[in-house]
């Protein structure tokens, strides 16, 4: 049983490009979250997709956008990138937890850098 | 709005003595209150977990104790051991809800040896 894989781990980037972000699921899990943690600080919810439909959102604007697909991998999406948005993007897959709530199995993050 | 505070932000212990760390939240909603541990370039793993039904849980050297009417829970670590030595997060959630799982801004325990 594979466990959660990012890619890619590390990442530099220059303010207003866009960046993309892959995640591999859990074999099983149809659940997928993405969070962002910036240094210090505790992971913050960006979205989650439940059997490839977003289901969920926090308080992140348009320009973080996600999608998830057949195989339940999924990737995050972020235009017009700001020197805030450096931070540890960390996915996260579960089960069936588009009903309920449980466990989270995080993957070890993709480390975005923007200058 | 933080809506899950947790303290101490960094906490020292000896080898051998009990770590504490406090949460405390807002949302009377939220029915499910985990504990995440995270090394270093390490993604954050699940330690423990409860829901507001019951007032402790234990598991090994870990225990929650939640104080529902006081809307706070609390992580202890007995017979604390350098290789706890990690941040740990608090966290909540309430099923159904449109946004997940909120973290606390994390502890960072170093267990002395």
């Known amino acids: 049983e594979t466990g959660v894989t990012q890619s890619p781990t590390h990442l530099i980037k220059t303010r207003g490009q866009q960046v993309t972000l892959r995640c591999s699921s859990q074999?099983?899990?149809?659940?997928v979250s993405w969070y962002q943690q910036a240094l210090g600080q505790g992971p913050q919810f960006i979205f989650q997709?439940?059997?490839?439909?977003?289901?969920g959102r926090g308080n992140f604007p348009p320009r973080f956008s996600g999608l998830q697909f057949p195989n339940y991998s999924s990737e995050l999406n972020v235009n017009a990138l700001e020197l805030d948005d450096s931070a540890l993007y960390l996915c996260?897959?579960?089960?069936?937890?588009?009903?309920?709530?449980?466990?989270?199995?995080f993957g070890e993050g993709s480390r975005l850098t923007v200058l | 709005q933080q809506q899950v505070k947790q303290s101490p932000q960094s906490l020292i212990v000896q080898k051998g003595g009990i770590s504490i760390i406090n949460c405390a939240y807002e949302?009377?909603?939220?029915?499910?209150f985990p504990w995440y541990q995270q090394f270093p370039g390490k993604g954050p793993a699940l330690l423990i977990a409860?829901?507001?039904?019951?007032s402790e849980k234990k598991e090994g050297r870990f225990t929650i104790s939640f104080n529902k009417s006081a809307k706070q829970f609390s992580l202890h670590i007995m017979d604390s051991q350098p290789g706890d030595s990690a941040t740990y997060f608090c966290?909540?959630?309430?099923?159904?809800?449109?946004?997940?799982?909120?973290f606390g801004k994390g502890t960072k325990l170093t267990v002395n040896p």
């Open positions: 996260a897959s579960s089960l069936d937890r588009g009903m309920s709530t449980g466990e989270l199995f």
């Open positions: 074999s099983g899990h149809n659940t």
């Open positions: 997709y439940y059997r490839e439909e977003e289901n």
């Open positions: 949302n009377t909603a939220f029915d499910y």
């Open positions: 409860i829901r507001p039904d019951v």
């Open positions: 966290a909540a959630e309430t099923q159904g809800g449109s946004e997940k799982l909120v």
